[in-house]
């Protein structure tokens, strides 16, 4: 891709300082996956977290270069260190980390410390003293735990081993979890008073004297006799009041679901271990989720299934285009035993025929994905990790008419493509995107299965979409994960931007057109809804005035912009990724909240038809003529910033008012207020504010 010429660059800071301009909502459940931390630590939690916060929040692993340099804290609703060996958390985050940490935490955060990460959030840590191969003694700086967390607590733990793992009973502190006069915890179910976890290798809580007081509870004891010494209380989890916020600090390890541990063959009495704890299960994820709930968090009363990946159903708005589509993938697609399969990078997409589509073979790898090699036993209803990329995309190809509601009931490809036809008789310029459409009830990312196989990206035409109603991988800016239940507006679309054309029609500009597209598109898909307040946040953002809020002026985001982009054959392949609240409910405002009561609410294909024919008249000018004045007038209409004041921190604080972008390379231009320098800044693709840590340039 074209970049701008190089310049002389230094780090800039922007200070947002209008109260009206909008904050992030704490969405964000942020697991450390930087060093230290153990695979399968990190895969338990983030497994275990989405199945019990989903659709309420985004579960997203972080490192510790994202913990020490992008400002997590505002969106985050907690942070969670899983097991590992906390020597590694010191080493990366001792100091700036731990100060950052802290700080998110006193001032209303919540952190989630899991056997490491428990050693971790107390004030000393005394593991296996006197084993000199393995002792581990020292303070450590969050100290969230006024005490010493002790371990191993049972003996036998060996790094990268489960022959220390065992099964153990926790009495649990009820009286802590519950409301007064009620007997079940809300979202949790009914609370048991012992619970069987996994453990290997955690400590016990053990108080310094006196210290022992309101700010900290135990929540559970551990019911067998320990390896060392555990105090009156054998604490294996305790809460910690710590400022306005607080931590839950966990010796076992109750997020460690059965259904995802392997056989061990060299660990004798493991079998066992798997069984007792998949008979136990129930109890302990509803501890878990009263655990979740103690930091604050809004557990989902029903614990969310892992979804199956779903068919994708391959269709055209005319008969023969799709046959003319696979004429031109012809050179990417394969042949086996009479079936064809697109062998990506990534993916393997077997194209079902009409007439082969309920063979025995396409009935095979229809059934549900196994765990961990194995086939699931009766009455395992739990899925456990999935290695989607291993598992074959099937694609139904229709040839000769649209799929039938009952085979995409989450998606109407007659009023898709009914409202493609509709609307782009208001669009002179809309012609052909959309014509080719796949659609997937249950997909991994739809930029993903486009972005990542290059050998079918390279093949497809300008405006193929690939929209789906949930993604279980979705994408976004960085790290970030777009929280995307039912009900979300999902989809990427294919743009081949001719090479020749970028040094005038600078790449970057194309996510300005999408954004512009957007807000067009929820403002003109029918009569009476011009006056959604819909308005676009630079770079790539859609926000709506939050009607919840009690503060005037507050707005939210709805929807966001992801580009990708590849090369080939004199042409850089865009993969334009959107994604907006549309009709869903939670877990932030939709487009159907902002509407009165008399429209009727959005239907996704509609609007999906809307975006691309906007986008591709909006694309046809850009290509014609560049990002002309009246698109930049267009753009600012519909944005946040006119004349948003900000502070430049790594200038010594001075001021500044955002007065647009540049027409070379659309970066923000800012004015120094007095002066009147001019400055230009660039994200540096921070992931969770684009107005921080920006880069900058004086005009």
């Not at 989630?112 to 002792?135: D, H, I, R």
């Not at 604490?235 to 009041?241: I, Q």
């Not at 929807?559 to 939670?586: E, F, H, K, M, P």
């Not at 948003?644 to 923000?668: F, H, P, S």
Request: with cysteine; hydrophobic share 35%.
């Amino acid at each position: 891709m074209p970049r701008p010429p190089a310049r002389r660059r230094s780090s800039c800071i922007l200070r947002r300082d209008r109260h009206h301009v909008p904050l992030p909502r704490k969405l964000n459940v942020l697991v450390y996956t930087g060093a230290g931390t153990t695979i399968e630590s990190v895969k338990h939690a983030i497994y275990s977290l989405r199945r019990l916060l989903s659709p309420n929040y985004a579960v997203i692993p972080i490192t510790e270069n994202t913990l020490l340099k992008e400002p997590w804290g505002p969106s985050c609703a907690l942070i969670v260190f899983p097991g590992g060996a906390d020597l590694g958390y010191c080493r990366a985050l001792n100091g700036q980390g731990n100060a950052i940490i802290s700080e998110y935490v006193r001032r209303g955060g919540a952190y989630l410390g899991l056997c490491a990460g428990a050693y971790y959030g107390s004030k000393k840590c005394e593991f296996e003293v006197g084993n000199k191969p393995m002792e581990v003694v020292g303070s450590r700086e969050l100290a969230f735990f006024p005490g010493i967390c002790r371990g191993g607590a049972f003996a036998g733990f060996q790094y990268h081993s489960e022959k220390g793992a065992r099964a153990i009973k926790l009495n649990v502190r009820k009286d802590l979890f519950l409301l007064k006069g009620v007997d079940t915890f809300p979202g949790a179910g009914t609370l048991p008073d012992q619970v069987t976890t996994y453990y290997n290798g955690g400590g016990v809580f053990v108080p310094f004297r006196g210290a022992l007081g309101d700010d900290v509870e135990v929540l559970a004891s551990y019911a067998d006799e320990l390896n060392v010494d555990g105090g009156e209380q054998k604490a294996a989890l305790v809460h910690c009041k710590v400022g306005l916020g607080s931590a839950l600090l966990s010796g076992p390890h109750p997020e460690f679901s059965p259904v995802n541990l392997s056989k061990q063959y060299d660990v004798p009495g493991y079998d066992e271990l798997i069984a007792t704890l998949k008979a136990t299960d129930d109890e302990r994820t509803t501890f878990l989720k009263a655990c979740l709930a103690k930091l604050g968090l809004e557990v989902s009363p029903e614990t969310s299934a892992v979804p199956s990946l779903s068919k994708l159903h391959l269709s055209s708005l005319t008969k023969g285009e799709v046959d003319i589509m696979l004429h031109a993938l012809e050179p990417v697609i394969t042949r086996k035993d009479g079936e064809e399969f697109i062998k990506g990078e990534q993916d393997t997409f077997h194209l079902e025929k009409e007439e082969t589509r309920w063979s025995t073979h396409n009935l095979k790898e229809a059934l549900p994905p196994t765990t961990n090699g194995e086939a699931p036993e009766a009455g395992q209803e739990e899925v456990g990790i999935v290695d989607y990329s291993s598992i074959t995309k099937r694609v139904v190809v229709h040839e000769t008419a649209w799929p039938d509601t009952k085979e995409t009931p989450y998606f109407n490809h007659h009023a898709f493509y009914a409202g493609l036809k509709e609307y782009r008789e208001e669009d002179a310029d809309a012609e052909e995107w959309g014509d080719h459409l796949m659609y997937g009830e249950v997909v991994t990312s739809t930029n993903t299965l486009l972005e990542k196989n290059y050998s079918l990206l390279s093949k497809l035409p300008d405006g193929f979409t690939l929209t789906a109603t949930t993604q279980i991988a979705g994408r976004g800016r960085g790290n970030n994960v777009w929280v995307s239940p039912a009900g979300s507006l999902i989809m990427s679309t294919v743009i081949n931007h001719p090479a020749h054309l970028a040094p005038t029609r600078p790449i970057v500009f194309i996510q300005y057109l999408a954004a512009i597209a957007i807000v067009q598109a929820v403002k003109g898909y029918g009569q009476g809804y011009g006056e959604v307040p819909v308005k676009l946040k630079w770079p790539n953002d859609v926000y709506a005035l939050d009607p919840r809020s009690e503060t005037p002026g507050t707005y939210v985001k709805i929807g966001g912009i992801l580009a990708n982009c590849a090369y080939s054959d004199g042409a850089y392949q865009i993969v334009l990724g959107i994604g907006i609240n549309t009709t869903n409910g939670r877990p932030t405002t939709s487009l159907d909240a902002l509407l009165p009561s008399h429209l009727p609410p959005f239907r996704i294909e509609r609007l999906v038809a809307r975006i691309l024919t906007r986008l591709e008249a909006l694309y046809k000018i850009f290509v014609r003529k560049g990002f002309t004045t009246e698109l930049e007038r267009v753009y600012y209409s519909h944005w946040l910033h006119g004349r948003q004041e900000v502070t430049l921190e790594a200038e010594g604080g001075v001021k500044a008012r955002i007065v647009g972008i540049t027409r070379d390379w659309g970066m923000l231009m800012a004015e120094e207020i007095g002066s009147g320098k001019m400055w230009a800044l660039q994200s540096d693709e921070n992931s969770f504010d684009f107005f921080k840590g920006l880069v900058k340039r004086k005009i």
